[in-house]
């Protein structure tokens, strides 16, 4: 095994209820995970946790004696990370970069001297594929850009570079399952929000973050059961039951849960039911966006990442309400570990899909 200086840390703090941190290394010629932490903060909202929150955050990775070095990758709050859709009619005489410029100082809601630009998808538009480009243009106001560098060298690391959220999604998809010839929909579900991508074997189709989570979940639960422990019952019974069993007088896996009282497999899915509609049709929303735009387009499943893809039978209760097939995604279970205990749960790869994905982009200057 031999440690490899391009591999950051890679921090997420994309979903501000669990901020995340892990590196890779080099384990016999291919990338392994050496070290990874996640945090569960109290509360599930991203917009309200705070700059010395962050900063104690990675303060403590750089110290751990698990990490090494201090350069950091970041994925920034996902509040900060604005997206356009763009559509570029190309020149001989402009490069691509002058396009996208020219595109954006009409599209964007800010004047452009006070925006970051970057773009992750270049695609053909089929109306003129010679000539004309769909563009996926990601923008940071450059006020937030500097606090989040500020955030970094106050913890003492360097901020080597920053991406959106969904870069990492597409990176680690990439990682964990091969590309189809249909379109993939990916779905990122965390405590504070949920992305959602259309991913083909060309680049990103398109593109959304919803406000639904799995503390809508939690919640649902909590307002309608008596638990004695919330902070324990509450995953226990998403992982345990989840929505395995959405049909009436039905037990699944069993009927006792943590603390006090009974409540069968049945009840909890029948519970978390209503409000897992509102995310079938956040799913249907998106494609049928791009099948407007694209005509003859093709599905061929949902891949479900994040704290969702560990919720008991979501993966099943989907594919019912989608007419599509859906897989929960472990990207540990494809993603190599080099120390045994290299982070907290091997089985909450999930969790950990987004840092995982930034984490596996290495960075050549370093």
């Known amino acids: 095994m031999s440690w490899n200086q391009r591999y950051p840390i890679a921090v997420d703090f994309s979903d501000g209820a669990a901020p995340t941190a892990v590196q890779f290394t080099t384990a016999h010629g291919v990338p392994a995970v050496r070290a990874g932490v996640r945090h569960e903060a109290a509360t599930p909202s991203a917009s309200n946790v705070s700059e010395d929150d962050q900063v104690a955050f990675v303060r403590s990775v750089v110290r751990n004696p698990l990490f090494k070095g201090r350069s950091i990758a970041l994925l920034p ?30 599209a964007l809601d800010m004047p452009i001297e006070e925006a970051v630009l970057d773009y992750i998808s270049v695609l053909p538009d089929p109306s003129e594929p010679d000539r004309a480009r769909q563009i996926l243009l990601v923008v940071m106001r450059r006020t937030d850009v500097q ?16 991406e959106p959220a969904v870069a990492a999604l597409l990176r680690v998809h990439a990682a964990c399952e091969t590309p189809g010839a249909q379109r993939a929909l990916l779905c990122n579900i965390t405590r504070s929000h949920t992305i959602l991508a259309v991913a083909s074997r060309d680049g990103l189709g398109a593109t959304r973050t919803v406000s639904w989570s799995t503390e809508a979940l939690r919640r649902r639960l909590a307002d309608n059961l008596e638990l004695q422990n919330e902070k324990r019952d509450l995953p226990f019974l998403l992982r345990r039951y989840g929505l395995l069993d959405t049909a009436p007088g039905q037990d699944g896996p069993g009927n006792a849960t943590p603390g006090n009282g009974v409540a069968p497999s049945a009840t909890v899915a ?37 704290e969702g893809a560990q919720v008991a039978g979501m993966d099943r209760y989907l594919e019912h309400e989608l007419n599509l097939p859906v897989k929960a995604v472990n990207p540990l279970e494809r993603i190599a570990l080099a120390e045994a205990q290299a982070v907290p749960e091997p089985t909450d790869g999930g969790r950990l899909a987004l840092a995982l994905g930034l984490g596996l982009r290495r960075v050549r200057w370093l």
């Open 77 to 106: 709050p996902q509040q900060t990370i604005l997206t356009y859709p763009l559509y570029v009619t190309l020149t001989k005489e402009e490069p691509l970069e002058a396009a996208i410029v020219r595109e954006a100082r009409d």
């Open 147 to 162: 606090k989040q560098e500020e955030i970094i060298s106050r913890a003492g690391g360097v901020l080597e570079s920053m």
């Open 270 to 306: 029948q519970l978390l039911a209503p409000t897992t509609d509102r995310l079938a049709h956040e799913l249907h929303s998106i494609m049928g966006y791009v099948r407007a735009v694209t005509p003859d387009v093709t599905f061929g499943g949902v891949f479900l990442y994040g």
